[in-house]
């Protein structure tokens, strides 16, 4: 077998090949976007490069086929839970059936991070944050939602065969949006709905600087200090609802809000795979023409949830219902008629949330308590280089 490290531009596009190569025949496969993958290795479009640094591989067989590829990195803003000392990342990790060339990848990758004082290393996981490229897919074979994982499921065998062992798990919900969310959540919603100090407003493209700022309240209160979390500064936020305003859909994002202060937020997106699948990775000027035209002809039927949140002194006290439902005005075209809570023609069929660390039980609790199914399941696995270390999963919050 030939490894390579990347260093060139075609060594850079084997990589993004391999991918493909292993998934082709997947009927659920979606080839991510080419510049999504290729940007977690540009120094000017990923900060983490700021505190640390990453190196990819390519693997051939003798007679020059692409069988797999890996990346290895180290981040010294990324902190775990445990005792584990400084833990370096692998990622974008991709092998055919086959252990042994599974184990030169990841040997290469642990041997490249033992050089630089790492003591253990997680995997699959992103150069950069968890809400992308961030697990192994372990249960839930269905086509990904955007920069999410997907893999076969032999990979879990190669990963637990080398000595990986899982670290925390991570569960995505769905419900189907025609259904009724416990009655419960109506019950809230009309206790706070009855209080002239709620309100409620969905996000409006025309106003984005507006919400961008009520947003960055509501996160620095709700997220800001857990799990290593900063402060988010508001020309941040700004610059990532810009980012997002060319597939935003109003109707999926919202706000609350008591005595006009911002309180919650619940921002949801298109199911962009939908779309995207149809690029076959590429997303140039005449890509970004067919993807809006797609947009307009090929309604999507999925929404996928991205943030959801109440400030501390909200929590508890039925804001999140109400939000919901409120939401649900639009989403579910909801009405109430003397108290009665109804379904109309829902605009979407089915939700689905990112996911959420089984190692957080209030915010599962919070996800069944809408009704929801487990739709999917990943692994973040670690593995400690001292083999003879008690290994630990990631504590309960």
């Known amino acids: 077998m030939i490894l390579e490290e990347v260093t060139t531009a075609a060594q850079a596009k084997a990589f993004l090949a391999v991918n493909v190569h292993i998934n082709q025949n997947d009927p659920n496969y979606v080839r991510p976007l080419d510049k999504d993958v290729e940007e977690v290795f540009d120094p000017s479009k990923n900060k983490a490069f700021r505190f640390g640094e990453a190196i990819r591989w390519i693997l051939k067989d003798p007679q020059g086929n692409l069988i797999g590829r890996v990346a290895a990195f180290i981040n010294k803003k990324y902190k775990t839970k445990g005792d584990d000392g400084p833990v370096g990342g692998l990622g974008f990790f991709d092998c055919i059936h086959n252990q042994e060339a599974a184990n030169l990848l990841l040997d290469t990758a642990k041997q490249w991070l033992e050089a630089r004082g790492m003591t253990a290393m997680d995997g699959p996981i992103n150069f950069g944050e968890r809400d992308k490229w961030w697990g192994l897919l372990s249960e839930g074979f269905e086509p990904p939602l955007y920069c999410m994982n997907y893999n076969q499921p032999y990979y879990k065998e190669l990963f637990e065969t080398y000595g990986f062992k899982p670290f925390f798990y991570q569960a995505c919900f769905s419900l189907r949006v025609k259904d009724r969310v416990q009655e419960k959540f109506y019950e809230r919603h009309k206790a706070l709905a009855a209080d002239p100090d709620y309100s409620s407003d969905n996000i409006k493209k025309n106003n984005l600087d507006k919400y961008a700022r009520e947003f960055t309240i509501v996160y620095n209160k709700a997220w800001a200090g857990h799990g290593g979390l900063k402060q988010m500064e508001e020309k941040v936020a700004r610059k990532m609802f810009q980012s997002m305003k060319a597939v935003l859909d109003e109707r999926i994002c919202w706000l609350i809000y008591y005595k006009k202060e911002p309180i919650g937020v619940w921002m949801n997106l298109p199911d962009l795979n939908q779309w995207f699948k149809l690029l076959n990775g ?98 973040t696995y670690r593995y400690n280089f001292d083999r003879e270390k008690e290994f630990k999963m990631h504590p309960v919050l």
């Not at 990112?354 to 039980?361: A, C, K, L, S, V």
């Not at 209030?362 to 009704?371: C, D, H, Y």
């Open 282 to 379: 590429k997303f140039g000027l005449l890509d970004k023409l067919k993807f809006l035209w797609y947009k307009k002809t090929k309604p999507c039927n999925k929404f996928v949830g991205l943030v959801f949140g109440i400030v501390p002194e909200f929590q508890g006290k039925g804001a999140d219902a109400y939000m919901i439902v409120e939401g649900c005005k639009q989403i579910q075209r909801l009405t109430i008629e003397n108290g009665e809570y109804r379904i109309g023609k829902p605009i979407y069929d089915q939700y689905e949330m990112q996911w959420i660390g089984e190692f957080n039980p209030k915010m599962i609790n919070v996800a069944e308590a809408l009704g929801t199914y487990k739709s999917r399941r990943l692994t």
